[in-house]
């Protein structure tokens, strides 16, 4: 999956009329934000293994000669699996004589300097997907896919191919890993240090926060030295988990209209706000300041936070990245209210190889995109990076018992009850940036949880109109 690091405000990027961002445009927008919108990996990104474009990364990489593929994508440990794929002779035959220049831990602001300028990549992927559809930055893809004899609709789980689509146009081509979302990780080991019966895992925010309690620490001075759970962290980072975990549709895409001002949003973000109320707000921003605390795994890798709601990626990564900590990794379903706790939430959606209006090789882009439905490229990404793609033929060959905690997430298709296709709202960046500014003011106090939840839909509501979207 993505994280969003300090996400802002896209509006004005791309023109309603889809014919392109015109360089002052790009400028006037980059002059009016503070931060940039980065998708980076599910976990701590790797340091690149391959070399970046020529031009550095904030700059669009040159035209190369002949018949060459640009493509780049925002995270960074997947450059192993990269340079494994490109190599084999399987991808060179389905390329043909198209040479891949593959450039990772491109964050989006590249990107949408390249994009301004007129001179994309051909082929991307980790990016704001529906926002840039939305815009006219990318093209549908639907033609291509159907004269595919590769891309298998009938071979793709059901939520990742539908999440391909919005309003009838195919976004790109469903790749490199799209599987399950939520649940909830823990580490076994120090919950069964602070007497926690670790085969039963908390399934209602009630018995979570009993949990963090237990497993919260603090030195003589304040400081946090370990903790339970930031429910805000990774994938709960998003109103779609909030919104999902409380039985809330926060965003109709059919009609365009928000239901954040919820009174069971507003619940959520005060039961939430609780567990950061527990750490200390304080403490908790300190703890987060430490070199190594950071979010999206890092603390969890770390020893410090022994608790995660994440997705399945997060047990192969782990593994992978700091296999002493992943070794006592169990999950189970993700944390809902009290009267909700018979349901089993689960979200999906897309990654995808995205093709960019101003590509200068729409078809060999396609093809690359084409080749991630293949073994040899499940495979290599399964075992450099711990993802999956939800190809259905594919999937009935890997061993879920590979990483600590997968087999959860493998075996939860079944028994789930409630299902979200995420990140389906065009200003989706845009809302995470508010709500994680209200969220702050709720647990310290400083607002009330439903006067957040009416300021958020209020927020909402005037970046549609603003983008012309209403």
């Known amino acids: 999956m993505f994280r969003l690091t300090n996400p802002v405000d896209m509006k004005g990027l791309f023109p309603m009329n889809n014919n392109g961002i015109s360089r002052r445009q790009f400028l006037q927008w980059g002059a009016m934000t503070a931060g940039v919108v980065t998708l980076a990996a599910c976990a701590p990104s790797a340091a690149p293994s391959a070399a970046p474009a020529a031009g550095g990364e904030g700059a669009a990489a040159p035209a190369a000669a002949g018949n060459v593929v640009q493509y ?8 192993p699996a990269m340079e494994k794929i490109a190599a084999t002779d399987e991808f060179k035959q389905h390329m043909g004589d198209a040479t891949l220049e593959f450039k990772g831990s491109a964050n989006q602001d590249s990107l949408l300097t390249a994009i301004a300028a007129g001179t994309p990549p051909d082929g991307g992927s980790n990016y704001s997907y529906v926002n840039l559809f939305t815009r006219g930055a990318t093209i ?3 033609d291509m896919a159907d004269a595919s004899t590769v891309l298998k609709a009938d071979d793709i789980l059901d939520g990742v191919w539908n999440s391909a689509f919005y309003k009838g146009g195919m976004i790109g081509v469903p790749g490199i890993e799209c599987f399950n979302w939520w649940g909830l990780n823990v580490n076994t080991n120090a919950a069964e240090a602070e007497g926690l019966d670790a085969t039963t895992l908390p399934k209602t925010w009630d018995e979570a926060m009993e949990w963090h309690k237990a497993m919260t620490k603090k030195d003589d001075a304040g400081n946090l030295l370990q903790f339970g759970l930031d429910p805000y962290d990774a ?14 549709k926060w965003f109709d895409e059919e009609t365009g209209k928000f239901d954040l001002a919820n009174p069971r949003m507003a619940e ?25 605390n950071g979010t999206w795994g890092a603390s969890y890798n770390a020893g410090i936070q022994n608790m995660i709601i994440e997705g399945y990626w997060h047990p192969g990564e782990t593994q992978i990245q700091k296999p002493e900590v992943a070794q006592y990794n169990r999950a189970s379903w993700a944390p809902v209210p009290a009267d909700r706790k018979d349901v089993n939430i689960m979200a999906t959606g897309l990654h995808a190889v995205i093709i960019f209006k101003d590509a200068k ?14 073994p040899t490229a499940l495979n290599t990404i399964f075992e450099e990076v711990g993802w999956i793609h939800g190809v259905k033929s594919w999937l009935q060959t890997i061993d879920k018992n590979k990483y600590p905690g997968l087999a959860f997430y493998v075996d939860a298709g079944p028994e789930v009850t409630e299902w979200t296709i995420g990140r389906r709202c065009p200003i989706n960046d845009f809302v995470i940036t508010q709500y994680t500014e209200l969220r702050e003011q709720v647990y310290r ?13 209020k927020r909402a509501e005037g970046e549609w109109q603003a983008q012309g979207l209403g």
Request: net charge negative.
């Open 445 to 457: 106090d400083l607002m009330s949880a439903q006067a957040a939840a009416d300021e958020l839909q």
């Open 72 to 79: 780049w994508y925002s995270w960074g440990n997947l450059d």
């Open 140 to 142: 549908d893809v639907k």
């Open 235 to 248: 994938i709960a980072n998003e109103p779609d988990f909030l919104a999902g975990s409380y039985g809330v």
């Open 361 to 374: 090789n729409k078809e060999g882009a396609f093809k690359l995109g084409e080749f991630f439905q293949t």
């Open 268 to 292: 959520g973000l005060d039961t939430l706000g609780e567990f950061i109320r527990y750490a200390g707000p304080d403490q908790f921003a300190g703890m987060r300041q430490v070199e190594g």
